[in-house]
């Protein structure tokens, strides 16, 4: 019977890939209209509701902030939409349909329609039935598992730092506090880091550069870790965001390997950050400048709590001219357990 089952879930996979690929949804645009698909939601659904905010509308389409943030300002770009910015808070931004917006939907839902009207034809009543009641049930399946496993995340606690070091111990790492001698090992991974143009908005990696941002006075805490043999594989620091009245939220840095990325590590070093600025005494974290184009990192902390408080439009310059947004991302530290 599990045999069965893993057959019947992988058809399906297949058929739904095959649906996909069909209706064209793979490709950049949609026929010769020249929208793509994640706008193609977007104006259906402004149509379907009166201004709502950025926030709304994320909610109804299942995205992120950062994605909604990126195919809002798209939009804004291609004359779809236009916001209207709330006289008592500035921050709330409402959405409309543009009348070439309005021109543009006009286009498209007709070909969706025949498209979908034109498939079906091709079937007896009853399968259209059969394509009805399935799609439909389908649908409210994924919507269903999708909020238990929400509410499911919900409930599950950040895990203590010891759990934490225990499991970096399972990938063969440990943390502990820097010292003057791992500077050496320390500083490659910050010029590759760098390199890479997604993640620090630094211009150069020079080692004075290095030692600005991670060494600047004594009021860092760095953490290095380590493979068993001693080998740094990457690290992090933590710090206050800003003195005086906001001396209570800390700012962090991480840098890991790029051979060691994608293993977890990551998130653990994110992990004990929360912990260990929380054992310092700060009630919240701040990230001042999240690039835009790190997707995998801001999925990382938006799954840890983070929220995006705040768009900085074209706020880094790439190394080909073009521009990125950035990100202030915030997370109160009341839930973490010292």
Same mark, same amino acid.
Not at 82 to 95: A, G, V, W
Not at 113 to 119: G, L, P, R, S, W
């Given at each position: $019977? ?16 095959? $649906? ?20 193609? =939601? ?7 509701? @009166?201004?709502?905010? $950025?926030? @709304? ?69 009853? &399968? ?40 970096? =111990? ?28 997604? &993640? ?43 003195? #005086? ?11 890991? =390997? ?5 293993? #977890? ?9 929360? =912990? ?8 919240? $974290? ?53």
């Amino acid at each position: $019977m599990k045999s069965l089952q893993e057959n019947m879930i992988n058809e399906l996979r297949q058929n739904a890939r095959t $649906m996909i690929r069909e209706l064209g949804l793979l490709n950049d645009a949609y026929f010769d209209i020249g929208v793509t698909l994640a706008e193609r =939601h977007l104006l259906i659904e402004l149509s379907t509701c @009166e201004s709502p905010t $950025m926030g @709304e509308i994320a909610e109804r389409l299942l995205l992120d902030k950062s994605t909604i943030s990126r195919l809002i300002s798209r939009a804004l770009k291609k004359g779809y939409i236009h916001c209207n910015t709330d006289k008592k808070d500035k921050r709330k931004r409402f959405l409309q349909l543009t009348e070439f917006g309005k021109q543009t939907l006009e286009r498209f839902e007709p070909i969706a329609f025949d498209q979908t009207k034109n498939a079906l034809s091709t079937l007896s009543q009853g &399968q259209v039935e059969t394509v009805y009641n399935g799609i439909r049930l389908y649908a409210k399946a994924l919507k269903k598992a999708r909020l238990s496993n929400r509410e499911e995340n919900k409930e599950g606690s950040l895990e203590t730092l010891l759990e934490i070091e225990q499991a970096l =111990h399972q990938k063969g790492c440990n943390l502990r506090l820097f010292e003057k001698k791992d500077e050496e090992q320390l500083y490659p991974i910050y010029k590759e880091v760098v390199n890479s143009d997604i &993640q620090f908005p630094y211009s150069s990696n020079d080692i004075d550069e290095f030692k600005k941002h991670f060494f600047p006075s004594s009021e860092r805490d760095v953490y290095i870790c380590q493979r068993q043999d001693g080998v740094i594989i990457g690290g992090f620091y933590i710090r206050q965001n800003y003195t #005086g009245r906001s001396s209570h939220i800390a700012n962090a840095a991480y840098m890991i =390997h790029q051979e060691y990325r994608g293993q #977890g590590i990551g998130s653990l070093l994110v992990k004990a950050s929360l =912990h260990l600025a929380k054992k310092n005494g700060f009630q919240a $974290m701040q990230f001042n400048m999240v690039l835009s184009q790190n997707v995998l990192a801001i999925k990382l902390y938006e799954r840890l709590g983070f929220i995006v408080a705040g768009t900085l439009p074209n706020a880094v310059q790439n190394k080909d001219g073009s521009y990125q947004d950035g990100y202030v991302m915030f997370r109160s530290l009341e839930d973490v357990a010292i």
